[in-house]
């Protein structure tokens, strides 16, 4: 009993450690969305807020004779890779799935990123049948350069995985954001929900009948980038997943079956699957009851043990300001995934009142919840340093983060092309970056709590699409006034 009376007094001290300074969450959520405007590709619409940006990208595609344009660029380089624009897709819907009754007028938003995502991921996977298009821009030329994205000279390959090349872990990732999203649109555009439901499903086959690792088939030209290093049967099992939420079909929890247990990890990312998988299908354990769910449960709990500080099976390094600590480059990709996590199982275990053990502790949702919110509170400044890793938000925040759009003198300002090297000077000036990129959330600080706001030092600077599409979702829940 003392060790659970130590567990809940821990957890009471984090809730109430900072209850009369909460952060803005509502005006975090905002901006949380309104840095994707800032990562666009294609042509950009009237209504762009982020009026620094132009439209770029608008041959993508026609080096393979076929139309790519739109979709994100990942970070601060200029490349779409489809593997991480996938998975901050499913992310966003998830978050709109889970957390949109509470977004209020930012739902709207919510809805329009998604929809730049699934508009481009839907010519990828429709537009030459029996192929699968995962990515435009070569990422080792584009590293070479610091240059704006309505500047870029660079050759804009075109990438794909067939039959003949297949990669089932950019093919179940995309048909998981299709599905998600597909249920994002069900009322709002129900044709347009319909496509996006059949599109996935028809992906979702070739990610199972082709099966193999689009590293494998494409090589240097998303590794180191983005390699699959976790294999494909996390995306088989998080694609089945969505699938079978998505339509109720038994093929799809057969086809999770068939693929047995997953590995047991204590990390979510756009890499690492397991962990979502294992909380979206204990959905079904807890919310419909369903025991042959059970095992999914289980491994979701197994999970949260390994994430909870001073849960006896806890693996999870927290630095001294309070903050999860898992891999020292863009740290805050786990972060938010992992908060995302903890925040909606502890939903799930409220609408219950579901209740789990780690080893003698009895953990309640607002274990969970506390846990959760401490990441969030830290993220938009409540550390030791009392800086926000959110650009533009809060009187302290990162002001030269490691992205060439930002660093560069606005294309509305200056609209003769700089090219490939007429940017350096930008980067390695001491300057804050001309364009505030607001909402940005930046791979954060070092294990220390310390933040040298460097440009080069893209580990701790760089923003990320699925660093912002993970944190929406808890966002959206502590906006509408849960606090645990």
């Known amino acids: 009993m003392t060790s659970l009376f130590f567990l809940v007094l821990l957890f009471s001290s984090l809730t109430t450690r900072n209850v009369d300074a909460n952060p803005n969450y509502r005006e975090a959520l905002s901006k949380s969305l309104l840095f994707f405007q800032g990562q666009r590709s294609g042509r950009l619409p009237r209504d762009q807020q982020v009026s620094w940006r132009a439209s770029s990208g608008l041959s993508d595609g026609s080096t393979a004779h076929v139309d790519l344009t739109g979709g994100y660029y990942d970070a601060g380089d200029n490349i779409k890779f489809n593997f991480p624009m996938a998975f901050t897709t499913t992310m966003l819907s998830w978050s709109t799935l889970e957390y949109g009754k509470r977004m209020g007028p930012e739902l709207k938003n919510a809805r329009e990123n998604i929809r730049w995502g699934t508009d481009y991921l839907l010519k990828c996977a429709r537009t030459t049948p029996g192929k699968l298009y995962v990515g435009v821009g070569d990422p080792n030329v584009d590293h070479k350069c610091w240059e704006r994205p309505e500047d870029m000279d660079t050759p804009r390959t075109v990438y794909s995985v067939s039959s003949s090349n297949p990669g089932s872990d950019v093919a179940a990732e995309t048909a998981a954001a299709l599905a998600a999203a597909s249920m994002v649109f069900r009322k709002a555009d129900p044709k347009y929900s319909r496509l996006l439901l059949a599109t996935a499903k028809n992906v979702m086959q070739f990610a199972t009948q082709y099966r193999g690792a689009y590293s494998d088939s494409l090589s240097s030209s998303v590794c180191p980038f ?47 699957k397991y962990a979502g998988a294992y909380v979206l299908l204990s959905r ?58 903890l925040t909606t199982y502890a939903k799930y275990m409220k609408s219950t009142k579901h209740t789990f053990t780690c080893g003698n502790s009895i953990i309640v949702p607002n274990a969970l919840l506390s846990v959760s919110k401490q990441q969030v509170d830290y993220i938009l400044g409540e550390n030791p340093i009392g800086m926000s890793y959110m650009v533009g938000f809060g009187r302290s925040f990162p002001k030269r983060i490691h992205h060439r759009a930002s660093s560069l003198p606005s294309h509305a300002l200056l609209s003769k092309p700089l090219g490939c090297n007429g940017g350096f000077q930008s980067f390695y000036s001491q300057n804050p970056n001309p364009n505030v990129l607001t909402g940005a959330i930046v791979g954060g600080p070092n294990q220390n709590d310390g933040y040298p706001d460097q440009r080069d030092d893209y580990s701790h600077s760089e923003p990320a699409t699925y660093i912002n599409a993970a944190f929406v979702g808890p966002l959206a829940y502590f906006a509408a006034g849960r606090s645990g």
């Open 284 to 341: 079904r354990a807890l919310l419909n009851k369903d025991s042959n769910f059970e095992q999914y449960k289980q491994s979701a709990e197994n999970f949260m043990c390994k994430i909870l500080p001073h849960s006896p099976s806890s693996s999870t390094q927290y630095t001294q300001g309070g903050l999860m600590y898992k891999l020292p480059q863009s740290n805050l990709q786990y972060v938010t995934a992992i908060t995302f996590l």
């Open 226 to 272: 983005y390699c699959s290093y976790s294999g494909y049967k996390d995306e088989l099992m998080w694609g089945a997943a969505w699938l079978l939420r998505a339509t109720n079909n038994p093929y799809y929890e057969n086809l999770i079956k068939s693929l047995g247990g997953g590995d047991q990890p204590d990390i979510f990312s756009w890499d690492n």
